[in-house]
């Protein structure tokens, strides 16, 4: 079946100009045209599309992507190539989901933070000591007092350099 860019466009939630750009950049090769040029998207161009909305969720940038689409459209010669990018965006996507999941926790322990400090009407005291903290959230209480003198240190370095 074909799709004008509209219906495209609907189907995958991306808007016209999203696709009309795609093909600008050399992101759909392989959509057909028809004789006055309209772009034409058939039912195995969605799974390319889908393709490339996976790998920018990553983060991949876009001429990463081309060279991706240019790598399959040489064909079979390119698989390892192909295969190699793909496990290294999963590494990358790991070690992000690694990351997001540890700023989650950082937003969970400040909840819990900000809860307990309106039911005591105060911040004061609240997660003073790590036993104060429940077992859940002292790894991040943890982290962030490490973050904070960390900093503290770097700061003073750099004070002490500049003769402040």
């Excluded at 009309?20 to 950049?25: C, E, M, Q, S």
């Excluded at 050399?26 to 996976?54: A, H, N, Y």
């Excluded at 040489?74 to 999941?101: P, S, V």
């Excluded at 903290?133 to 490490?146: D, H, T």
């Amino acid at each position: 079946m074909n799709y004008t860019v509209g219906e495209t466009a609907k189907m995958m939630n991306l808007p016209t100009s999203t696709l009309r750009y795609y093909d600008k950049i050399g992101l759909l090769p392989f959509v057909k045209r028809t004789e006055s040029g309209i772009r034409m998207f058939q039912d195995e161009d969605m799974e390319w599309l889908g393709i490339i909305e996976c790998l920018k969720k990553t983060g991949m940038q876009l001429t990463e992507i081309r060279e991706y689409i240019n790598m399959a459209m040489l064909g079979d010669e390119t698989i390892d190539a192909r295969l190699q990018m793909f496990l290294r965006r999963k590494r990358e996507t790991e070690q992000q989901i690694k990351e997001l999941q540890e700023t989650l926790e950082t937003i969970d322990y400040k909840i819990w933070f900000y809860e307990t400090a309106k039911e005591k009407g105060t911040t004061n005291g609240v997660a003073c000591e790590c036993s104060d903290v429940p077992k859940k959230y002292r790894e991040v209480k943890q982290r962030l007092a490490k973050i904070s003198s960390v900093s503290y240190t770097h700061l003073r370095a750099h004070e002490t350099s500049l003769h402040l």
